[in-house]
């Protein structure tokens, strides 16, 4: 059963910046399979970034702008992180990790980000 803890969240200033974290465990046959998604109040979830061509490129959300980078853990193989910078309010939301086996979608609890001041 495939697993996800998010950790990083919390509370930053406008143009302020972020490193979230998403631990994996489980059964994954790839951590270049798995994605960041975010959910702000009264709005649908949405993709924020991700990998593709098996880790060889990255897709974002039109939202992103450069802003965020993913990136695995040089580290953990089980760890990926979102690199995010000049953060505006619009970012705030509760940021998650998913991967899809099939038409499963699994998901994380998430980590809160707000951006106020």
């Known amino acids: 059963q495939v697993q996800f803890v998010e950790s990083g969240g919390g509370l930053v200033q406008p143009g302020g910046s972020l490193r979230l974290s998403c631990v994996a465990s489980?059964?994954?046959?790839?951590?270049?399979?798995i994605d960041w998604y975010r959910q702000a109040p009264g709005k649908q979830r949405e993709l924020v970034a991700g990998?593709?061509?098996?880790?060889?490129?990255?897709?974002y959300g039109d939202f992103v702008k450069g802003r965020f980078a993913i990136g695995r853990d040089g580290v953990k193989n089980t760890t990926i992180h979102l690199h995010m910078s000049s953060l505006t309010p619009d970012d705030t939301a509760v940021y998650y990790c998913?991967?899809?086996?099939?038409?499963?979608?699994?998901w994380g609890h998430g980590t809160q980000v707000t951006v106020s001041s």
């Open positions: 990998f593709t061509s098996g880790g060889g490129n990255t897709k």
């Open positions: 998913h991967h899809k086996i099939g038409n499963i979608d699994i």
């Open positions: 489980g059964r994954i046959s790839s951590i270049y399979e």
